[in-house]
């Protein structure tokens, strides 16, 4: 599976961002699809998932402001971003793999990845 991230770029804060993750290979459908974020110094965190069953989780950070989604049809995974912050400014990664309930979160779960779309937030 190869992905491909995009949609980042500069906004200002309030501002929205709707990112895409677009799959080539095996369907999205055979695999939970997250998004993870990495900012200048920081570790990689988890921003949000889309699991085979549709069911969606998300940061607490983000939850209220950030959604995920996907399109079966387009193989391809969505992050809509509202209200964004200063805070949120990072490269963002889609990931996909065969994730299991209780390791969502962690970024080894996920066996493919995407190259990281920079999203800046100014104030």
């Known amino acids: 599976v190869q992905l491909q991230a995009s949609g980042g770029g500069l906004v200002q804060a309030g501002d929205s961002l709707r990112l895409s993750c677009a799959a080539s290979?095996?369907?999205?459908?055979?695999?939970?699809c997250g998004w993870f974020r990495q900012a200048p110094g920081k570790e990689r965190e988890f921003v949000a998932v889309?699991?085979?069953?549709?069911?969606?989780y998300y940061a607490n950070s983000v939850k209220g402001r950030f959604t995920i989604s996907g399109d079966d049809a387009k193989n391809t995974v969505y992050l809509q971003m509202n209200s964004l912050k200063p805070e949120d400014t990072a490269i963002y990664y889609c990931?996909?793999?065969?994730?299991?309930?209780?390791?969502?979160?962690?970024?080894?779960?996920?066996?493919?990845w995407g190259q990281g779309t920079l999203v800046t937030v100014s104030s």
């Open positions: 990931a996909a793999g065969r994730v299991i309930l209780t390791s969502y979160q962690a970024s080894n779960a996920y066996a493919y």
């Open positions: 290979g095996r369907t999205f459908s055979s695999y939970a």
């Open positions: 889309i699991r085979r069953s549709g069911n969606t």
